[in-house]
């Protein structure tokens, strides 16, 4: 059991409490950063720094810390005399995203197909099966978890897991995007059927076939844009018209 830093919170009381070897300030960085990209705070949402420093009895120094380093990734804003909230999501920020996540996971998803081992394809369907159950269950943070965790295992098989971390980078937005997806009917059942194919290419060794359904995967998603756009303007900076979007 790992046991909690000196200086932490302690754990199960209130949101925002962690429990990790972490500085405070990474702690409140990562619980910000899950609930703003789990839309468990939706764009546009407060954060009060006084009252986060209340409810966990700290300085509101680490808090501050937390939210310049997710200002610096967009992911807040802070603005002069109002406050700091939830940022919206740039329209134009997601299509330059998914065009890097296709070109980085094309690569990872080729290696795969040429390193795994049927210890490792097994691995693949057994987390293919826990985001079956999830969504047979309508548990969406445990369908996304399990979603993180195939595409992170594909990079670890196919021995690039430093592209794994650029991805995340570059991902945010699209994440927060996704999320909203999600609770469409049927949603869930098609990602579970696009994994299993494209696990069964790795399988195959088939690395063009591998490719080609990791693509048609990360692609679908912008056949939502405009939907959810329509359904929930006041979640994004409208800074393109959507016809003016890259098709990728």
Request: proline share 4%; glycine share 6%.
């Amino acid at each position: 059991m790992r046991k909690r830093a000196g200086n932490a919170a302690p754990a199960g009381k209130g949101y925002f409490y962690g429990s990790s070897n972490t500085t405070l300030s990474d702690t409140q960085y990562e619980r910000l950063r899950d609930a703003i990209i789990s839309m468990d705070m939706p764009p546009g949402t407060a954060i009060s720094e006084k009252k986060i420093a209340l409810e966990q009895g700290i300085s509101r120094t680490p808090i501050r810390e937390a939210i310049m380093r997710l200002h610096r990734e967009k992911l807040v804003e802070v603005v002069a005399k109002s406050g700091t909230f939830v940022a919206r999501i740039p329209v134009s920020a997601l299509p330059e995203a998914l065009i890097a996540r296709r070109a980085l996971e094309g690569m990872t998803v080729k290696s795969a197909a040429k390193c795994a081992k049927r210890s490792h394809v097994l691995e693949l369907y057994a987390v293919i099966e826990r985001q079956r159950e999830m969504a047979e269950l309508g548990n969406i943070k445990g369908f996304h978890a399990a979603d993180e965790n195939f595409h992170e295992l594909i990079a670890r098989i196919g021995k690039l897991s430093g592209l794994w971390q650029l991805v995340q980078q570059v991902k945010l937005q699209v994440d927060r995007f996704r999320v909203l997806t999600l609770p469409e009917e049927g949603r869930m059942a098609m990602v579970v059927e696009e994994h299993t194919a494209i696990v069964d290419a790795i399988n195959a060794g088939d690395e063009a076939m591998a490719c080609q359904k990791m693509e048609a995967h990360l692609s679908g998603l912008q056949h939502h844009f405009p939907h959810w756009i329509e359904q929930r303007p006041a979640y994004f900076i409208h800074d393109i018209d959507l016809d003016d979007m890259a098709q990728i």
